[in-house]
């Protein structure tokens, strides 16, 4: 069995930050804004641009709730030193 690896705090706030960014492009792929909006003008078929973005706009708020977890404990672990 393998032994977990203890991450630092600097690293869990990494990892919230890459989830963070990944929430951000997930909801703009939902709403069809900025990059969405262009990802959206790629696909010609209408059901398939739908499927998309409601897949992404079911995931953006786990994400985004992903990220704040990880931030949050980077930021207790730093001030608990």
Not at 32 to 52: C, E
Request: charged share 15%; hydrophobic share 50%.
């Amino acid at each position: 069995m393998r032994k977990r690896r203890n991450y630092t705090p600097q690293e869990y706030i990494q990892i919230g930050m890459a989830f963070f960014l990944i929430g951000l492009f997930v909801s703009t792929v939902a709403d069809g804004r900025l990059i969405g909006a262009f990802f959206a003008s790629l696909i010609p078929d209408q059901s398939v641009k739908d499927a998309i973005q409601g897949a992404a706009a079911g995931f953006s708020i786990p994400i985004s709730c992903v990220s704040i977890y990880f931030n949050l404990r980077g930021l207790i672990m730093l001030r608990s030193r």
